[in-house]
């Protein structure tokens, strides 16, 4: 049990840390002192900052996709495309960290993670890929299902950051709106 506190610690403490500076300023240290363990815990439970970083994106991308599948289940076309966006927005919202992370570190090339985080990827985004299949057959899936991930995640953030004042739904249109 400790040593699953521990590791829920450093995850958190690591997501919160590269949220605000960024991958490659933060440092394991900051990491541990952050999470209250020593630095030596954070091998321990992870072997490196890059796979430390990997279980963060895996289990964000894990909890993103099973919340996309559950929102569009039973859904098919425009109704199951609302359902996603809807939940995007809701996931955004509730995890702002994991949203910034995935926008500022999953896409960069080069990186140590990405082939394995990969799949994961093409697992959350398969997901509005088949909504879009169903709800635009006259539209490439795979490029409007990104187009529309990307423009809701932004968005998202775009209301956190700079527009609190705005409703879950005021976004929810603006993004749908686009799209249609």
């Known amino acids: 049990m400790r040593t699953t506190d521990t590791r829920r610690h450093i995850v958190d403490a690591a997501l919160a840390l590269v949220a605000e ?77 994991f949203a910034k992370v995935m926008v500022a570190e999953v896409f960069r090339t080069g990186r140590q993670w990405q082939d394995s985080i990969r799949a994961l990827r093409d697992d959350a985004m398969g997901v509005f890929a088949g909504a879009v299949a169903a709800a635009w057959p006259d539209r490439d899936p795979s490029l409007t299902a990104a187009a529309l991930f990307g423009a809701t995640v932004v968005a998202g953030l775009e209301w956190l950051v700079f527009q609190p004042e705005r409703s879950l739904e005021d976004v929810r249109s603006a993004v749908l709106t686009t799209v249609r």
Do not use: C, M, W
């Open 21 to 97: 500076r960024g991958y490659t300023a933060t440092a394991v240290d900051d990491i541990a002192a952050a999470a209250g363990v020593a630095k030596g815990s954070v091998f321990y439970n992870f072997g490196s900052k890059a796979e430390l970083f990997e279980a963060i994106i895996a289990e964000g991308v894990a909890r993103l996709t099973a919340a996309l599948r559950a929102a569009a289940d039973g859904l098919t076309g425009t109704d199951a495309v609302d359902a996603l966006v809807t939940e995007l927005l809701t996931q955004v919202r509730d995890h702002p960290d």
